[in-house]
């Protein structure tokens, strides 16, 4: 029979049991210290009689019950708390006067959260090294989206610099992600959230085909690389087999008023016939050969009406990938 445990000891009695009713989760929200001293204790003790059990049992449950309030203790738990309570103002303060003053938890997991031009901004500003741990350490997704947009110079440094990433030490990476959002709340706040090239490419995805390359071709004659970000956020009706998952186009079309899809699918152009056909492969083989049947009885449309109808769609899809119920695939270079 144990006597005399220690508080730790006590704790690691208690955690043993709940991982033997399976109601602990994770122990990864304790810091790195307190899981290695946990551990330490329940490698250090053996067999608990019972009665020391429902002792430590008793004390663990006359302590919650003598709890009257708990606070998280740190700024990332009280901000999950206080929720939308706060203003955007008073939150972004409160981040950036914890990371000045090096308080918080993992910067990593603030970096992901950034606004997409803070950290395109740190990824063409900072060394490659940093870069590369950066993309690293976010999720892939956003990895890649962040990667596709730098120069393909730069591109090609981030990539050799990965493998220097290997053996870098945690207290390192801590290091490298303080510094990184430091440099990130020393950004200037920009007052529009979205960046002006997607702010370009969402009013060009409207823009009929003559208007959107006619902008195009001038933005590439005064801005050779804001022409070509512009590019990689325009996405029209013929961009669909590209960024569209097969899987998704049933949902999607179940969105679309079956006139308006009816129309769009009579587009003539060579690209848009091949979305056309993209989407009517994805449907239920009954349902695609009803509007193909649809279709050919429409005769002769206006080209306004049918790039109407496109843009219809198109507005669909972009709503449901806001909302999450869909996910687009990224825009792939075209050199």
Partial sequence: MYTGLSQRQKAAVIVRLLLDDGEVSSLSRLDSESQTLLAEAMAGMGVIDRQTRDAIITEFCDRLESVGVTFPGDLDGTLAILGGQ?????????????????????????????????????????????????????????????FTTLPRERARAVAQAMSMTADVTPESLHRMGLILLQAAIALPKQAMSTPATDRMGAILNFATADLRNDVLDNLGRHDAEFADRVRKAIFIFSHIPARVLPRDIP????????????????????????????????????????LREERDDLGRLRASDIDEAKNEVIGTIRRLEESGDITLALPQDED
């Fill in 86 to 146: 706060l203003s955007a103002d008073s939150t972004d303060r409160l981040l950036r006067r914890a990371v000045i003053e090096g308080r918080g938890g993992d910067p990593w997991q603030r970096i992901a959260v950034l606004p997409a031009h803070a950290i395109m901004s740190l990824a063409g500003s900072e060394a490659v090294e940093i870069v590369a741990l950066m993309l690293s350490k976010l999720p892939v997704e956003r990895a890649s989206e962040i």
């Fill in 251 to 290: 949902r999607i079309m179940r969105e679309v008023d079956q006139p308006v899809l009816i129309r769009a699918l009579a587009a003539t152009g060579e690209d848009d016939a091949a979305a056309a056909e993209f989407i009517l492969a994805n449907l239920s083989q009954r349902l695609a050969d009803i």
